[in-house]
């Protein structure tokens, strides 16, 4: 079947700047620009191939620890993605695995032992913890050199100060960072001054996500005028601040939160929803992101669910390794 050809939306064609983008530009395509996560997670790893090569001269691994408790299957299959893509890399990634049973008191313990271990890159912790741990308490024990996935306190604080998207002083999370690479690399847009909405307010994912959209460019940032919606904010006023948003990120965990009547024409919306469903159709199990798969034919730019910021949030982690081997300096005999 012929492609249509179809001119940019008046918002594309506004916030265009690239230079081979000036004017009315023709598109093959008569929905939404695809932002392939796999693409834009091998541009953030290929920007660190001079760093790896220069690490692999001083016969330097960055070396990624994840400690897994118990036996999750979520867990497992996002641990799988790390190893898979880590050893794609040329990071090494060896996952701890302990009971469901182990203590606060063991655990902090074996925290303390990869702190000190200089062969030891980055450690992180995958989320969620059985019960009987305290996740503040857990995470917080990972030194911030070594904080990867960039949620301590201190690591978090850090990005209130400024987005170190370069990793000279802290790590920032591995979601928002994501989220901020695809904004900058994949949506070719002058974001100054623009507006946002980010559906969630997590520790974690929503807040720093909406903090490094709202950031100064100066201090890493987009510029952009945010608002954060939450499980809280009344339907209507969720629908007035997506209808004036020209950036939407959602990473609500609900799905067809955002529907197409409610998006701006051309918009750019970044999907960081992973939910699992039930196909109605196979009764086999999917994965879907916050946003109605309708908004394709509405929006500018929008990442898919799944294969959308999932790979990207990989390649940050490994990303922040990278730089947390180079911050390091230390050396490992291979
Ligand atoms: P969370 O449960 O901690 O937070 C969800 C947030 O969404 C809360 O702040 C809540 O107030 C808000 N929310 C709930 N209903 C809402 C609504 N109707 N409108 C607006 N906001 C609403 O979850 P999280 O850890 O922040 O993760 C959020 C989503 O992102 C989940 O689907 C998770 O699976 C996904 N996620 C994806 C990646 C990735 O790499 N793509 C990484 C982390 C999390």
New binding site residues.
Partial sequence: MATKMKQLTPLQQLLCRNKHCQGPVMIKRNKAIVIGGASAASKILGRLSGDLENLNKLNIIPKLVPIVIGNVAESQVYINHKVKAAAKAGVDCSVQHYPNEITQVELLEKIHELNQDPSVHGIIVQ?PLPQHLDEHIICNAVFTSKDVDGFTSSSLGRLVQGVDSDCKASYVP??PL?VLKILQHDVDIKFKGLNACV?????????PIAMILSHDAIKGGLDLTTTI?????P?EK?ADAVSKADVIV?????PG?VKPEIVKPGAVVV?????PIINPDTGKRKLV??VHPDVAEVAGWMTP?PG???P???ACLLHNTVLAAKNSGTHRST
């Fill in positions: 989320l591995c979601t994501a559906a969630g307010r997590s520790h974690n994912v929503g807040m919606c939450h499980r809280y904010t339907p969720f959602t990473a609500a965990g609900v939160l999907d960081v929803g992973i939910n992101g916050d669910v959308g910021v999932g990207c949030t990989v």
